[in-house]
């Protein structure tokens, strides 16, 4: 038998045993909670570089379509936000401007004239167009530096078109309100340089051969788990349930023939003829 000491020494076992169990089961709901942690920040990361990258390539696609700069539309942008306009709205003006720089580089009069009444040079000393950009940004210097709202606005339309009210709503006056809106979106906002463009190209690019990739993994593990089988399987669960339906109603009204009978000759008597009531 054992003896006191042993009796002690086992229960100290038993009691350490249990602590060790209790001290498992904490460490497992730790790491459990560790996991679920890790996992929402990182879903939180994915979230933010992905609305990063929207923005930043909605800039350089825009750059794309009109020849200038992102850093330009990007404080385009903050401006038009500011005076609680979109972006799209810009987009609109933008439009028209770059139909008019095609008019000049068509040699149309009217495009060339439009710019020529502003001013503005469209072409360096060596007869090179100018870049867009940079035509725009004189552009816009011209137009706000006019005192008489009235030319202003019939100079605009003949370059930006009829949406040329939308630039000034966003800009609002003076000369310098487009380069102010500029350093601002550099200094603080999103950035839009080429590596910044890069990293956003290829973070596009990663994120759809990703989804393009899930898809296929899916079908790979459908495949394996016998899911290629499932078509046959709801035909035939299909083909029993119209089955089914043929033969229920069928079933049903045989079954319901004696209480439809019943309520029939209850009805009979109840209107006062006994005796085909019975015979019911």
Do not use: C
């Amino acid at each position: 038998s054992l003896g006191l000491e042993d009796k002690v020494g086992s229960i100290e076992i038993g009691k350490n045993a249990d602590k060790a169990s209790v001290s498992a089961a904490g460490l497992g709901k730790a790491f459990a909670a560790v996991g679920v942690a890790a996992l929402a920040a990182g879903a939180a990361v994915f979230k933010i570089a992905k609305i990063v990258s929207d923005a930043r390539n909605q800039l350089v696609d825009a750059s794309k379509r009109t020849g200038i700069a992102a850093s330009t539309l990007n404080g385009l942008k903050l401006a038009a936000e500011s005076s609680g306009q979109s972006f799209q709205n810009m987009d609109r003006v933008l439009r028209g401007f770059t139909t008019k720089l095609a008019g000049v580089q068509r040699g149309t009069a009217e495009s060339v004239e439009a710019f020529e009444a502003l001013g503005v040079k469209t072409h360096d000393v060596d007869g090179n167009m100018r870049s867009a950009d940079a035509i725009f940004k004189d552009t816009v210097s011209s137009l706000q530096s006019m005192g008489n709202e009235t030319e202003r606005n019939a100079a605009a339309i003949n370059v930006f078109g009829a949406n040329a009210g939308r630039l000034f709503q966003a800009l609002g006056t003076g000369e310098e309100a487009l380069k102010r809106h500029i350093e601002f979106a550099e200094k603080y906002g999103i950035k839009t340089g080429p590596e910044a463009a890069k990293a956003s190209a290829q973070w596009q690019a990663a994120t759809a051969r990703f989804s393009n990739v899930i898809p296929g993994i899916m079908d790979q593990l459908a495949g394996k788990a016998g899911f290629g089988a499932l078509p046959a399987v709801i035909n035939t669960i299909t083909g029993a349930v119209l089955g089914m339906a043929e033969v229920v109603p069928a079933v049903l009204g045989t079954l319901l023939k004696p209480f439809t009978r019943v309520g029939e000759a209850l009805a009979l008597m109840q209107g006062g003829d006994m005796v085909a009531g019975i015979k019911k």
